[in-house]
């Protein structure tokens, strides 16, 4: 039987004779009496719970540390477009490694009805799928994986579904498993992402090969771009604020007298704050300027530790000696955000024009009236009192919160200029504000369906590295004329050429307009890179289409993660 805790108190009368009386003559339990009220003195003892993690983020903890509640809200924000042919297992195993994270939506096109052959490799069918819908089956079966995920099946042709060319403009992501049925098809799809501003992927996945590519919108910005911690620090003590600079002089006012504890813990950025005033005084106000004037003003700062004492010297100087030459820096506009303005200059705004351009226009602004872009706010480890280092923490986070609020007048501004009806959230504002210094643009080119003439002379150089994966990437090529030729050829009509022969050929016209782009006259190194990618050929030959299972998840995995990368911007 399980013993239930009652609770005493002690009378007064026994409480006074218990004090009075010799240790040795303790009372008996008689006089003791039971409490009167248990639950309120359990009450009182028990200490208030703890706000734990919500079911969601235990769900999704591992990857909240990888790209924290933002990325995961714009995965769960995120709709998927499968464009599925062939077999279709890479693309279905695509999408398996985003329904696990949490993607909002997905949707399944494919004509195909299944056959005996796809249960034997896609792992999302059943025995009782046969005859049924393919895109139905599996997306029955890949929402069993998160019931937080939903997808929506639709059994149609290529072709009708994008009748509509805006109908790819709902969709924040598309994947498309070639070989199509037509090069029209891969053309077509191409084009309509970059005319919408879709992340594309090109998938191929045949027996032992497979490869992808990707077509990015023409101008496509990432805010969070996960720069090393260490060349994040924004410290401005070449430029302190007056809320800075007043604590520095307080903390620093009689240095010399204060103990060996408060020496030693005063934080390495307010003694470089103080040296550097003292620096200034006797050298017409500049602060150190070459190498040779900083590794002199790092060796004065490590002549006034303490050494006479218990440790022998001081960390918060040795902290303050080695952050001289990488904090002691004037800023300087980093070149991804050159490369941002410079396009801010020519590019037109609207109500139509998204935030991200909005808010780039404002950091502008802020960049031109304070020479600086917003403080980030965020403080390196340090030895310090917690005191001093929290007050730290609050005067660097009041000047970033200032910061982020200029640069929101000049978005609202601009906002009620444009007469937009729904004003950017300050939480995007802010995460702008603080990455400001590692924002990059990307220029996203078409996806080329032939090789890219741009491109020529650099694949025929790269083609010559004998460890070059290119190989693959021009048979798949190869693959895909093919493919398109056979399709655009009647049913009843019967090629003479053997299908390797007919890849040879594809193989040979590619390998051919490469080496007449690079002005390569030599038959022998043309002849020396086709036989290279023969092995190649002779596998997608013999494979005639069909996925390898692992093959395909594999590459599904690396797709994804790409995926996600793109998605969580």
């Avoid at 809200?73 to 599925?84: D, K, P, T, Y």
Wanted: with cysteine; hydrophobic share 40%; glycine share 4%.
């Amino acid at each position: 039987m399980q013993s239930i805790p009652v609770i005493y108190v002690i009378p007064p009368s026994a409480l006074a004779r218990t004090l009075s009386a010799d240790i040795a003559d303790p009372l008996p339990l008689s006089e003791f009496q039971p409490s009167a009220n248990i639950n309120m003195a359990t009450k009182a003892l028990t200490p208030p719970p703890l706000q734990g993690p919500t079911a969601k983020e235990k769900k999704y903890d591992r990857q909240l540390r990888l790209w924290a509640a933002s990325g995961q809200e714009a995965l769960e924000q995120a709709h998927i477009l499968l464009l599925n042919s062939g077999p279709g297992v890479v693309g279905v195993e695509v999408l398996k490694n985003l329904i696990l994270p949490g993607i909002g939506n997905f949707t399944i096109v494919d004509e195909e009805e299944v056959i005996e052959q796809d249960l034997g490799i896609n792992f999302f069918l059943a025995d009782d799928s046969l005859g049924k819908s393919r895109a139905s089956e599996t997306c029955k079966y890949l929402t069993e994986l998160n019931p937080d995920v939903h997808g929506h099946p639709m059994q149609s042709s290529l072709e009708n579904f994008l009748q509509d060319p805006k109908v790819l403009n709902r969709y924040s992501l598309v994947l498309l498993v070639a070989p199509s049925k037509s090069n029209l098809d891969l053309s077509l799809v191409a084009r309509s992402c970059n005319e919408n501003a879709v992340p594309l992927f090109l998938i191929h996945s045949v027996g032992f090969f497979s490869q992808f590519s990707v077509q990015l919108p023409d101008d496509f910005p990432i805010v969070d771009t996960h720069p090393d911690p260490a060349s994040t620090k924004d410290l401005r003590l070449l430029q302190p604020w007056p809320e800075l600079y007043e604590f520095m002089k307080s903390k620093t006012k009689d240095l010399d007298s204060l103990s060996d504890h408060d020496h030693g813990h005063l934080p390495y950025l307010l003694l470089l704050l103080r040296f550097l005033d003292d620096w200034k005084q006797s050298h017409d106000g500049n602060p150190p300027g070459d190498y040779s004037e900083k590794k002199h003003f790092k060796t004065l700062i490590e002549g006034k530790a303490r050494t006479n004492n218990p440790e022998g010297g001081e960390e918060n100087f040795e902290e303050a000696a080695a952050s001289v030459l990488k904090s002691l820096n004037k800023p300087s506009l980093p070149s991804g955000l050159r490369t941002l303005f410079a396009e801010l200059d020519s590019k037109p705004l609207d109500r139509e024009s998204p935030n991200f351009w909005l808010i780039a226009k404002a950091i502008q602004q802020f960049y031109s009236d304070h020479d600086s872009l917003p403080l980030p706010g965020a403080l390196p480890d340090m030895k310090a009192q917690s005191k001093d280092y929290i007050r730290l923490q609050n005067i660097y986070k009041a000047k970033a919160r200032q910061d982020a609020e200029a640069v929101t007048s000049h978005v609202r501004a601009m906002e009620e200029a444009q007469k937009r009806t729904i004003a950017i959230d300050p939480k995007e504002i802010e995460a702008f504000c603080k990455g400001a210094a590692f924002v990059k643009l990307i220029k996203g080119q078409p996806l080329a369906t032939d090789v890219d003439a741009s491109c020529l002379k650099s694949i025929y150089r790269d083609l010559k590295d004998e460890d070059s994966l290119l190989p693959i990437y021009i048979a798949f090529l190869a693959y895909d004329a093919m493919v398109a030729q056979a399709a655009d050829q009647p049913p009843e009509a019967d090629s003479e050429q053997k299908p390797l022969d007919n890849l040879q050929t594809h193989t040979k016209d590619i390998i051919t307009k490469l080496a007449a782009a690079a002005n390569d006259n030599g038959e022998q190194f043309q002849t020396t890179i086709i036989a290279r990618i023969e092995p190649v050929l002779e596998e997608l030959v013999r494979a005639d289409g069909a996925e390898l299972h692992n093959i395909s998840a594999l590459t599904g995995g690396m797709v994804a993660q790409e995926a996600i990368k793109i998605l969580t911007k």
